[in-house]
C-alpha cells in the first residue's frame, strides 16, 4: 500500500486591538496607548491523507475555556477538522487585550474584539488549510541559560514567598530551579517555507506599561525570520507557573535597558528582544544539525482532570477586613488607596487582588474540572495543559513520557490559573490570581492525555 503524502500549512493573522482597548496582566486598569509591536494568531496543520491536527498560537494573555471552545467550534465548521485536533496555546503576554472580565476591575472585554479575534483565528486556520505542502520534520533540543528564574522563595522565618524585593535579606533559598531547555520542530515543505516552532517557558512580562508588545515570543519569532530566509516561526509556551525574567539574588542583573520604567515606550521592549534573541540564537545553534524524525499517523486526544481550588478559607476574616478598607477608602478618598496613597494592606500583607479572590472562593466547589490535550503527529507528539503549571509539574511530564521528541504548552484551550504542585500548593504564596490557585495531581501521565 502506498505511504500516504505527508502535508503542513501555515497560515497568520494580525488581531491587534484598537488604540483604547483594556490590556490585562496586571491589578490595575490599562487602557492602551500605543504599539509597540502588532499581536498575531497563528496557526500550523498538519496532514496525512487520512487526519488532520492543528497547532495554534496567539499572542494573548488570557482566555476562557469558553471562548477557546467557541474558536474551535467555527475552525471546525469551516475546515472540517475535529474540535478535538485543535490546540490553541497562549504566548501569556502581559501587554496584550482582555479576553474576559478584568481582576482589575470590573471592565470587561469588547465584544467587537471578540468577534474580530474568532474571525481572525479561523482565517489563519483556513490559510493553513490552502496553504498545505508535501513536508518533512525535524527535531532538536538545546538550552537557552540565564533568562529564566526562579520567583518562589523559602524565607529566613520558614514563611514562603513570591516575588520578594530583590537581595531581600530575608530571603534563604528559592524553591525549585527553572527548566532552561528549549525545543524545536523544524518543518522543511516542498515549495514552501520553512516552519520554525519554538517551546520554552517562562513568563511574557518584560515589557508592561500601556503599549501593546508581544513581549519575548514575538522577538523570538520576527529574530529567526530575519536570520532564516523563507521561514515562519511560532512560538510555544512551555510550563512557566513559578518562573520569570527577574534574578532577585543580584541587583538588575540580567534586566537590559530600563524596560517597564523608560519614558521613551521602545526602551520598554530592550529586554524583551535581548531574551528573543537568546532564544533565537540557541535555536539557530542546532538549526541545521535537528534530527529528522518519522510522520506516520495523526492522532488526538483529551481527558478530564480535577483540580483542586485553593480556597483560603483560614483566611476569609483577614480577606473581610482588607476588603472593607477598600471600601471604606473608595468612599472617603475616591480611590482604593489610604489617605498616604498607598495601597491598602493588611498586617500581614494581603493585597486587595488576594483578598477579593478568597471571597470569591469561599463559593466556589472543592475541585475544578479542565481538560489536557494531545497531538501526535507521526514521532511527535504536542502535549496541552489548561492555566500555568509549574516548571516541577513539566519536568514530571517529561520524565515519565513515553516519547522521546515532544513539547510540552501551557495555557492551552483554557486559562484556568496556576496549577502548583501538591507541595506548593499547601506552602501557598503563588499569587492571586484568578480563578484560583490549583493543586495539580501527584502525576499527569503521558498515556492519560490520549489514546495512543
Known amino acids: 500500500m502506498e505511504k500516504s503524502l505527508f502535508r503542513c500549512g501555515f497560515g497568520k493573522a494580525n488581531i491587534t486591538p484598537s488604540l483604547g482597548s483594556p490590556l490585562v496582566g496586571y491589578y490595575r486598569l490599562r487602557l492602551a496607548k500605543g504599539v509597540l509591536d502588532h499581536l498575531f494568531v497563528r496557526a500550523i496543520l498538519f496532514e496525512n491523507g487520512e487526519s488532520k491536527g492543528m497547532i495554534m498560537s496567539m499572542d494573548l494573555c488570557l482566555m476562557t475555556k469558553d471562548l477557546c471552545r467557541e474558536i474551535r467550534e467555527r475552525i471546525s465548521e469551516k475546515t472540517g477538522l475535529c474540535p478535538d485536533s485543535i490546540l490553541i496555546s497562549l504566548s501569556h503576554t502581559h501587554t496584550g487585550p482582555l479576553t474576559n472580565k478584568d481582576f482589575a476591575s470590573d471592565t470587561k ?227 482604593g488607596k489610604n489617605a498616604d496613597g498607598m495601597a491598602i494592606k493588611s498586617p500581614n500583607g494581603m493585597s486587595v487582588p488576594e483578598a477579593r479572590r478568597i471571597i470569591r472562593m469561599q463559593s466556589a466547589p472543592e475541585y475544578y474540572y479542565d481538560s489536557v490535550f494531545a497531538l501526535k503527529v507521526g514521532e511527535f507528539v504536542f502535549a496541552g495543559l489548561p492555566g500555568e503549571p509549574f516548571t516541577e509539574i513539566g519536568r514530571r511530564i517529561y520524565d515519565h513520557s513515553p516519547f522521546e521528541k515532544s513539547v510540552l504548552c501551557c495555557l492551552t484551550n483554557s486559562s484556568c490559573g496556576y496549577i502548583a504542585t501538591s ?10 490570581l484568578p480563578p484560583a490557585t490549583k493543586k495539580a495531581p501527584t502525576m499527569l501521565w503521558w498515556k492519560g492525555c490520549s489514546p495512543f
Open 109 to 335: 472585554a469588547d465584544p467587537s474584539y471578540l468577534a474580530l479575534l474568532k474571525e481572525k483565528a479561523t482565517e489563519a486556520a483556513e490559510m493553513a488549510l490552502a496553504d498545505l505542502k508535501p513536508a518533512k520534520l525535524f527535531y532538536a533540543k538545546t538550552e537557552a541559560k540565564g533568562i529564566s528564574f526562579v520567583r518562589r522563595f523559602r524565607m529566613k522565618d520558614g514563611s514562603v514567598k513570591t516575588n520578594p524585593r530583590t537581595l531581600d535579606p530575608e530571603i534563604d533559598h528559592p524553591l525549585g530551579t527553572p527548566n532552561e531547555e528549549l525545543r524545536l520542530l523544524k518543518i522543511v515543505r516542498d515549495g514552501g517555507e520553512d516552519l520554525i516552532l519554538v517551546n520554552f517557558g517562562t513568563h511574557a512580562d518584560t515589557v508592561g506599561g500601556e503599549y501593546i508588545s508581544a513581549d519575548y515570543p514575538g522577538y523570538v519569532c520576527s529574530t529567526l525570520e530575519g536570520a532564516i530566509p523563507n521561514s515562519r516561526c511560532m512560538f510555544l509556551l512551555g510550563p512557566q507557573g513559578d518562573v520569570n525574567h527577574c534574578n532577585r539574588f543580584a541587583l538588575n542583573a540580567g534586566i537590559v535597558g530600563k524596560s517597564k520604567t523608560a519614558e521613551d515606550p521602545m526602551e520598554q521592549t530592550t529586554h524583551a528582544r535581548y531574551m528573543g534573541r537568546v532564544i533565537a540564537g540557541q535555536i539557530l545553534s542546532v538549526y541545521d544539525r535537528a534530527e529528522e524524525i518519522n510522520t506516520g499517523e495523526i492522532r488526538f486526544g483529551t481527558e478530564e482532570i480535577a483540580l483542586a481550588n485553593n480556597r483560603d478559607c483560614d483566611r476569609i476574616e483577614e480577606a473581610l477586613a482588607v476588603q472593607a478598607e477598600y471600601n471604606r477608602c473608595l468612599k472617603e478618598y475616591g480611590q
Open 423 to 432: 507541595r506548593a500548593f499547601e506552602e501557598g504564596a503563588t499569587r492571586p
